[in-house]
């Protein structure tokens, strides 16, 4: 399968764990995208890579979020101090080019719940 | 106003009948429009982007209008199958080239 995959697809945690999450995107795109979606809610954008430079983070993504793309292939999403309020569907994107004006194709996601 | 706009549904409407949802966004920079189709625990897929023509892709109907800043879907002869919350979202190219979501419309296709 040659689409884009996360690891796990889902993850459980007491609060105030940390967690990462990991996206390996197909792979030759160039672009890399991370969104946080909850129940009725459409994806939201948290930040995404240009090869292995991060171009932009959303308000959204306080201070116990981190992500990173090393080599500008896979990603992976880190959480610190977990809160309740972090429960959601983490999905990554991948897309070719340069552009927000391409097809973004998307992972499962990774479905985390903070208890 | 929000950025991205869509009337959130649920629309439920007979297998068969032609349905349509609009979706109003906030920029007037926004350059690339897309719709995208969510499965009820799936993730999006991309079902056509919108140009500024209008485009259709057998069933769908695609149009944008600038002047009016809203991107239309219309979905003709409704399958089971088309049960689904579409998604709409809008590119605005610049500096940050931001990418935006709407939260959804939710349609249901009733047998």
């Known amino acids: 399968d040659t689409g884009v995959s996360q690891d796990p697809r889902h993850k459980i945690t007491k609060r105030g764990q940390n967690v990462t999450f990991r996206c390996d995107p197909i792979?030759?795109?160039?672009?890399l995208y991370w969104y946080r979606q909850t129940l009725g809610q459409g994806p939201e954008f948290l930040t995404y890579?240009?090869?292995?430079?991060?171009?932009?983070k959303s308000r959204l993504l306080s201070d116990r979020f981190s992500a990173e793309r090393p080599k500008g292939s896979f990603s992976t999403l880190e959480i610190q101090r977990t809160e309740q309020g972090d429960s959601a569907m983490y999905l990554c994107?991948?897309?070719?080019?340069?552009?927000?004006?391409?097809?973004?194709?998307f992972g499962p996601g990774t479905r985390l719940t903070v208890l | 106003r929000k950025e991205v706009e869509q009337d959130p549904g649920p629309f439920n409407v007979p297998e068969g009948a032609t349905v349509a949802f609009n979706c109003t966004y906030s920029?007037?920079?926004?350059?690339?429009f897309f719709w995208y189709r969510q499965d009820c625990r799936k993730e999006p897929k991309l079902l056509m982007s919108?140009?500024?023509s209008g485009n259709e892709d057998g069933r769908f109907t695609a149009q944008l209008n600038r002047a009016s800043q809203y991107i239309s879907l219309l979905i003709r002869d409704s399958k089971l199958s088309d049960s689904a919350t579409y998604l709409c979202v809008v590119n605005m190219r610049g500096r940050d080239d931001k990418i935006i979501f709407g939260k959804g419309t939710r349609l249901h296709i009733l047998p």
């Open positions: 919108v140009y500024s």
């Open positions: 890579f240009q090869n292995e430079a991060q171009l932009e």
């Open positions: 792979s030759e795109h160039n672009r």
């Open positions: 920029n007037s920079a926004s350059q690339s």
């Open positions: 994107a991948s897309s070719l080019g340069t552009s927000g004006s391409r097809e973004q194709f």
